[in-house]
Nanobody, 125 residues
Framework: VQLQASGGGLVQAGGSLRLSCTPS????????MAWFRQAPGKEREFVAAIRWTGGTTYYADSVKGHFTLSRDNAKNTVYLQMNNLKPEDTAFYYC???????????????????WGKGTLVTVSS
């Protein structure tokens, strides 16, 4: 099982980026796909999640209103659209997948079963 993440980069504050995550090696229709991020010296934190079937989304309070998570079934890809980026959004962003998370609480990294490599997002002020 692999999760291929891409789309990071350098952007000025107020700008936008879109991250992509494409899973392979298993049937992910029963999974919840998620994004976490980890800034230097900080713990990995939950950003957003989406249930592959049905498309229900969950967001951390810190990103509600300026991040949007979606999926494209035809392309088997999940997208994290990040708008109005702030310097505090700077971090490595990780795609993850969970068999069990179905919302109702903020998931910890331990809730996830699979991880992709991080993609760096840097927001300059």
């Amino acid at each position: 099982v692999q999760l291929q993440a891409s789309g990071g980069g350098l952007v000025q504050a107020g700008g936008s980026l879109r991250l992509s995550c494409t899973p392979s090696g298993s049937t992910f229709s029963t999974y919840t796909m998620a994004w976490f991020r980890q800034a230097p010296g900080k713990e990995r934190e939950f950003v957003a999640a989406i249930r592959w079937t049905g498309g229900t989304t969950y967001y951390a309070d810190s990103v509600k209103g300026h991040f949007t998570l979606s999926r494209d079934n035809a392309k088997n890809t999940v997208y994290l659209q990040m708008n109005n980026l702030k310097p505090e959004d700077t971090a490595f962003y990780y795609c993850a997948a969970s068999l069990y998370y179905t919302g109702g609480y903020t998931p910890s990294p331990n809730t996830m079963h699979y991880w992709g490599k991080g993609t760096l997002v840097t927001v300059s002020s």
